[in-house]
């Protein structure tokens, strides 16, 4: 019997916590989509707005960050294609992996380092990971 109390437990703790985590994770989504929006129209000052303070005083100026993004990362100035994989959480911090497909037809796997402040997503980096494996 106790068993399946602490199981019962265990479940309805499972099921209620879902809601938030899909939640976070449609909130850290929508983050990364509006910038990569913004980035297809040049709206360097809009995307800014999505970089976590640090990252903004890295850069200090959108012109600055712009630039940087269409010379080291031009598959997120351009992208063709965004697929949202894995959510993961490590040593304290967000990690949303994402797929992009860029306007070559070149698959990049990225993975987002997201800050939450004043309730909103912020973009704290982001790593280029090695390339997925092409299919067949």
């Known amino acids: 019997m106790l068993r399946f109390i602490l199981g019962l437990v265990l479940v309805v703790g499972l099921w209620s916590a879902a809601p938030v985590a899909q939640a976070q994770n449609a909130d850290i989504e929508a983050t990364i989509s509006a910038q990569l929006e913004a980035f297809k129209v040049d709206d360097f000052d809009?995307?800014?707005?999505?970089?976590?303070?640090?990252i903004q005083g890295l850069f200090r100026t959108p012109e600055n960050f712009g630039n940087m993004v269409r010379g080291g990362y031009p598959m997120v100035w351009r992208p063709s294609e965004v697929t949202y994989l894995e959510l993961k959480e490590t040593a304290?911090?967000?990690?949303?992996?994402?797929?992009?497909?860029?306007?070559?037809?070149?698959?990049?796997?990225?993975?987002?380092?997201?800050?939450?402040?004043?309730?909103?997503?912020?973009?704290?980096?982001?790593?280029?990971?090695?390339?997925?494996?092409?299919?067949?």
């Open 46 to 54: 809009q995307a800014f707005t999505y970089a976590s303070p640090t």
């Open 92 to 136: 304290g911090f967000l990690f949303q992996r994402v797929m992009i497909t860029d306007a070559e037809g070149a698959v990049h796997l990225l993975e987002y380092q997201m800050v939450q402040m004043d309730g909103t997503w912020k973009i704290n980096g982001v790593r280029l990971l090695a390339n997925p494996p092409a299919t067949a």
